[in-house]
């Protein structure tokens, strides 16, 4: 294919990966969403295409039917791109369904692996499997993980396992100053965070803001060393670790129906101006999870509101089993430039607030718009256009290619 295709099919192609990916993704796992901001401009028509009515400009291959190809390809790949982004900006980047954020729906399972055993110097011991368990990776100030270990044979059998030393240290860097070893207690006794005792399951828990590490901000990790199947080996889990409270819940929560959308409103009492992202799950009646909500933007010093929204729309398109719950909320105030980048807001764990709308009534089912969507929107539409016509003047006796707008998910 001749290189000019090239370059503008490979345009064609992060034009629609930027299309899908912009408007896709939001975070991951307990991380927030990343703060907005405003994407690249869309390429320009000029950029798809040096084509005008009648295939000029165009590569021009010997044989008419390669030539149609190319010409079908360019249309397919235009329309594609518009309609995908036309279908995923419908409703805005703070209220998103949650089966576009698979990873968001439940943030505090615990973090659940199986590994062959760990040794000094590298190696493994496959006739190990460890598996093990982590409650949290972001920890704000007062906050503790819980973690586990258990090892298998290969017909999946629990070997006893003893261990040896466990001590979790905060990680330093250069000329860092290294920070104190604090121990942590594992025990298969049925108590804490073990839930049975005698299983040949051991349980730990970190709480950094009660030893030598409640002052440390970033990744603390904890080393445990064990033995299993007559061999020695180790496990690391690693917390993010916020020594300062940025800003403290207040308590105080509504629920309103405004301006076509559903918002849920939450008390936060600012010590540290910035920009904050919190981020909201919400269940439908039946318990089923329902949308992601997020709030990103820069709060001042004093008691503030947090608006999470349920973008009317989609609550028109999904129509959920009414009244919605919002339930595990976390957030932090982002820190630009630095390491690490938050300073993290108190989780609110479980059910935050049990809403009381049971209908839509005032809920619009308009499409979000904005002038960046308009934008972007003119621009792919143009791109389109500009490829179909093409293809419509190089062959007038067949018909287009059927659009994708209106077949996407």
């Given at each position: 294919?001749?290189?000019?295709?090239?370059?503008?099919?490979?345009?064609?192609?992060?034009?629609?990966?930027?299309?899908?990916?912009?408007?896709?993704?939001?975070?991951?796992?307990?991380?927030?969403?990343?703060?907005?901001?405003?994407?690249?401009?869309?390429?320009?028509?000029?950029?798809?295409?040096?084509?005008?009515?009648?295939?000029?400009?165009?590569?021009?291959?010997?044989?008419?039917?390669?030539?149609?190809?190319?010409?079908?390809?360019?249309?397919?790949?235009?329309?594609?791109?518009?309609?995908?982004?036309?279908?995923?900006?419908?409703?805005?980047?703070?209220?998103?369904?949650?089966?576009?954020?698979?990873?968001?729906?439940?943030?505090?399972?615990?973090?659940?692996?199986?590994?062959?055993?760990?040794?000094?110097?590298?190696?493994?011991?496959?006739?190990?499997?460890?598996?093990?368990?982590?409650?949290?990776?972001?920890?704000?100030?007062?906050?503790?993980?819980?973690?586990?270990?258990?090892?298998?044979?290969?017909?999946?059998?629990?070997?006893?396992?003893?261990?040896?030393?466990?001590?979790?240290?905060?990680?330093?860097?250069?000329?860092?100053?290294?920070?104190?070893?604090?121990?942590?207690?594992?025990?298969?006794?049925?108590?804490?965070?073990?839930?049975?005792?005698?299983?040949?399951?051991?349980?730990?828990?970190?709480?950094?803001?009660?030893?030598?590490?409640?002052?440390?901000?970033?990744?603390?990790?904890t080393e445990v060393r064990y033995t299993a199947g007559g061999r020695s080996g180790f496990a690391l889990f690693d917390v993010i670790y916020t020594?300062?409270?940025?800003?403290?819940?207040?308590?105080?929560?509504?629920?309103?129906?405004?301006?076509?959308?559903?918002?849920?409103?939450?008390?936060?009492?600012?010590?540290?101006?910035?920009?904050?992202?919190?981020?909201?799950?919400?269940?439908?009646?039946?318990?089923?999870?329902?949308?992601?909500?997020?709030?990103?933007?820069?709060?001042?010093?004093?008691?503030?509101?947090?608006?999470?929204?349920?973008?009317?729309?989609?609550?028109?398109?999904?129509?959920?089993?009414?009244?919605?719950?919002?339930?595990?909320?976390?957030?932090?105030?982002?820190?630009?430039?630095?390491?690490?980048?938050?300073?993290?807001?108190?989780?609110?764990?479980?059910?935050?607030?049990?809403?009381?709308?049971?209908?839509?009534?005032?809920?619009?089912?308009?499409?979000?718009?904005?002038?960046?969507?308009?934008?972007?929107?003119?621009?792919?539409?143009?791109?389109?256009?500009?490829?179909?016509?093409?293809?419509?003047?190089?062959d007038p006796g067949q018909p287009l290619p059927p659009s994708a707008c209106g077949k996407l998910p």
């Amino acid at each position: 294919m001749p290189s000019s295709f090239n370059k503008r099919a490979i345009g064609l192609g992060v034009a629609l990966a930027v299309a899908a990916g912009l408007w896709l993704e939001f975070g991951r796992g307990e991380q927030a969403a990343a703060p907005q901001v405003s994407a690249a401009p869309p390429p320009s028509g000029p950029q798809f295409f040096d084509a005008v009515p009648g295939g000029d400009g165009l590569p021009i291959p010997g044989d008419r039917k390669e030539r149609r190809r190319l010409l079908v390809e360019q249309a397919q790949l235009t329309d594609h791109t518009y309609c995908s982004y036309l279908e995923g900006s419908k409703y805005p980047m703070e209220s998103r369904p949650v089966a576009q954020n698979p990873d968001q729906v439940h943030p505090n399972q615990p973090i659940v692996e199986a590994n062959p055993m760990r040794m000094e110097g590298g190696a493994t011991n496959g006739a190990v499997l460890l598996q093990t368990s982590q409650s949290h990776v972001y920890l704000a100030a007062g906050e503790a993980a819980a973690f586990s270990l258990r090892a298998v044979d290969g017909q999946g059998q629990a070997l006893p396992i003893v261990i040896t030393a466990a001590r979790a240290q905060g990680m330093t860097y250069g000329a860092g100053r290294p920070t104190p070893q604090v121990a942590v207690p594992f025990a298969d006794d049925g108590a804490g965070a073990d839930p049975v005792a005698g299983d040949n399951a051991h349980a730990g828990v970190l709480a950094p803001g009660q030893g030598g590490l409640a002052g440390f901000h970033g990744t603390i990790r904890t080393e445990v060393r064990y033995t299993a199947g007559g061999r020695s080996g180790f496990a690391l889990f690693d917390v993010i670790y916020t020594p300062v409270l940025p800003a403290t819940w207040t308590g105080k929560l509504r629920e309103a129906v405004e301006e076509g959308s559903l918002h849920y409103y939450l008390g936060l009492e600012v010590r540290q101006p910035g920009r904050y992202i919190v981020t909201g799950r919400v269940d439908d009646a039946r318990g089923k999870p329902f949308a992601v909500a997020t709030f990103n933007d820069v709060l001042q010093t004093g008691t503030r509101e947090v608006k999470l929204t349920v973008f009317g729309k989609l609550l028109k398109d999904e129509n959920p089993a009414m009244p919605l719950t919002l339930r595990d909320v976390d957030g932090y105030l982002l820190r630009e430039n630095a390491d690490p980048d938050r300073l993290l807001v108190p989780r609110l764990q479980g059910r935050v607030l049990a809403g009381r709308t049971r209908s839509l009534d005032g809920v619009s089912d308009a499409e979000w718009q904005s002038e960046e969507r308009s934008r972007y929107l003119k621009e792919y539409a143009k791109d389109r256009h500009a490829a179909r016509t093409a293809l419509a003047d190089f062959d007038p006796g067949q018909p287009l290619p059927p659009s994708a707008c209106g077949k996407l998910p």
